[in-house]
T-cell receptor
Framework: QKEVEQNSGPLSVPEGAIASLNCTYS??????FFWYRQYSGKSPELIMS????GDKEDGRFTAQLNKASQYVSLLIRDSQPSDSATYLC???????????FGKGTRLSVIA | EADIYQTPRYLVIGTGKKITLECSQT?????MYWYQQDPGMELHLIHY???????EKGDLSSESTVSRIRTEHFPLTLESARPSHTSQYLC???????????FGSGTRLTVV
């Protein structure tokens, strides 16, 4: 059973703080990792992708991947109230199979 | 502009009716997917396709069918709608390879 685990939250952070979102996956051979942001009532939006160990930065977002620990994280620096959303971690397992999504972590940034 | 389109955005329909949810993309993506999502809940894969005349079932496929006659078009059909089908239906597409998905805006279906 391919699994992607996330803490459901809510994770509450004050405006301007760093929000840290975590994800673990069960299939060691997984090769591609993604973070999606989903506002209430809207569809998921791809915000970060990472394919190799280490950090990848894009503006206020940093994705971190540790394949040995089967762990992916997303850091949001200088969090804004507009970052309040559910963040979905997604993983492509080995083989030609669809993305496996986690259940999402709800983030609330308090002004 | 390359995009993925879903119609209708909202649909209210009576129990027992047959409905087709439309999904089209102009990005030339070979892979397309249908997901069901209740408010605040996780995504469930219903069906997916990796190319014309190729379709596969996901986790919640037993009460719906799909077709893929053209690369850009991937409609989802419910033969007999039930109140349990009330949900948001999301279509997505991706390139060949290990790339992320682009989602459409969704269809919010209510069966009364």
């Amino acid at each position: 059973q391919k699994e992607v685990e996330q803490n459901s939250g809510p994770l509450s952070v004050p405006e301007g703080a760093i929000a840290s979102l975590n994800c673990t996956y069960s299939d060691r051979g997984s090769q591609s990792f993604f973070w999606y942001r989903q506002y209430s009532g809207k569809s998921p939006e791809l915000i970060m992708s990472i394919y190799s160990n280490g950090d990848k930065e894009d503006g206020r977002f940093t994705a971190q991947l540790n394949k040995a620990s089967q762990y992916v994280s997303l850091l949001i620096r200088d969090s804004q109230p507009s970052d309040s959303a559910t963040y979905l971690c997604a993983v492509i397992p080995p083989g030609n199979t669809p993305l496996v999504f986690g259940k999402g972590t709800r983030l609330s940034v308090i002004a | 502009e390359a995009d993925i389109y879903q119609t209708p955005r909202y649909l209210v329909i009576g129990t027992g009716k047959k409905i087709t949810l439309e999904c089209s993309q102009t990005m030339g993506h070979d892979k397309m997917y249908w997901y069901q999502q209740d408010p605040g809940m996780e995504l469930h894969l219903i069906h997916y396709s990796y190319g014309v005349n190729s379709t596969e079932k996901g986790d919640l496929s037993s009460e719906s069918t799909v077709s893929r006659i053209r690369t850009e078009h991937f409609p989802l059909t419910l033969e007999s709608a039930r109140p349990s089908h009330t949900s948001q239906y999301l279509c997505a597409s991706s390139e060949q390879g290990v790339y992320g998905y682009t989602f459409g805006s969704g269809t919010r279906l209510t069966v009364v």
